[in-house]
């Protein structure tokens, strides 16, 4: 039975609270000042699960190497998420390409948290998904890094470009546009890749007898079958501000969070959460720091976020 696509479209400033199974996000990029932090913090308020997956990419490590660059609200969505597994939301990190340094740390489960390179998921109605990012099977990011990270860097400047271009389309009345999605859409050699692309990871969950595939890494979010196989992506934080959501009955549907109300709305970053039972997102008393701290490691920033890294040495292994 294939997956039936549904398309939801959630408005922040509603006070309505959803609940799901599961839910899944994927490249958030921390670390890059097109991280839509705000959306996402607003996104998590209103959505809560039993199990949450962020499928890759959450930081991006490719550019805190090349320029530091990190904001106040990067260390509220830590916060939040950290909050969210104290209070029995199991989280599944499976690492991506732009966050490979946290290998390190595979297979280490803290609390409610599993670092892992890809997982299966096992919905209500019996259909089991890998979960992975996806890079595994993108052609250029598994065997020519150099040109994957030349690409990353063509990718931040036409978002740079994008900024400008939507300051000029909302003062004429329009609505926010992506120039990297429409570039993306209308190069026939970029259509073939993410053709190929979706092929692969169908082929390689049917190679694992699994129902379907979920995934990230190409920013474009999607359900639909592929190959006899149903291939669901998440898409991304950084454009479209996307995720997959599971009911309780097993359907799947693509959650598009309308992000142009959020960064508009004037609520900060650090108002108190209904849903955090009065913990606020922490840092509520000062405004964002929009400027770079002092350079560091990615590694260090995550050992810092999740302190208990440190013990990973002694640390419990993830059971299978």
């Known amino acids: 039975m294939s997956q039936r696509t549904i398309l939801v479209i959630q408005k922040p400033e509603s006070a309505e609270t959803f609940s799901h199974r599961s839910i899944w996000i994927s490249d958030v990029h921390l670390g890059t000042k097109h991280a839509q932090v705000t959306a996402l913090l607003d996104f998590l308020r209103v959505n809560e699960c039993q199990h949450l997956y962020i499928v890759g990419d959450l930081i991006d490590g490719w550019e805190l190497k090349h320029k530091w660059f990190w904001r106040e609200e990067y260390n509220l969505l830590i916060q939040k998420l950290l909050r969210k597994s104290r209070k029995q939301t199991r989280i599944t990190y499976i690492t991506g390409n732009h966050d490979e340094f946290v290998e390190e740390f595979l297979g280490l489960r803290f609390g409610n948290v599993t670092l892992a390179r890809q997982a299966i998921h096992t919905g209500v109605d019996g259909r089991r998904y890998l979960v992975i990012h996806g890079h595994q099977c993108d052609g250029v990011a598994h065997f020519n890094q150099l040109f994957d990270r030349l690409g990353s860097r063509i990718y931040q400047r036409l978002l740079d470009v994008n900024i400008y271009l939507n300051r000029i389309r909302r003062r004429l009345g329009f609505g926010r546009w992506s120039l990297a999605a429409y570039l993306k859409q209308q190069a026939k050699r970029a259509v073939k890749h993410v ?108 050992a810092e976020l999740f302190p208990i890294l440190h013990a990973r040495a002694g640390g419990n292994r993830a059971h299978d």
């Open 195 to 302: 053709s190929n692309y979706e092929e692969a990871l169908a082929q390689m969950a049917r190679m694992q007898k699994l129902d379907g595939v979920i995934c990230g890494h190409i920013h474009r979010a999607e359900i639909k079958p592929v190959n006899g196989v149903q291939y669901l992506n998440c898409g991304d934080w950084v454009e479209s501000c996307t995720a997959l959501a599971e009911d309780f009955e097993g359907n799947i549907r693509l959650i598009h969070f309308n992000e142009n109300h959020v960064l508009h709305s004037g609520r900060g970053t650090g108002t108190p959460d209904a849903s955090d039972g009065g913990e606020g997102d922490g840092g509520s008393s000062r405004p964002p720091n929009r400027g770079r701290s002092r350079r560091r490691e990615p590694e260090t920033v995550i």
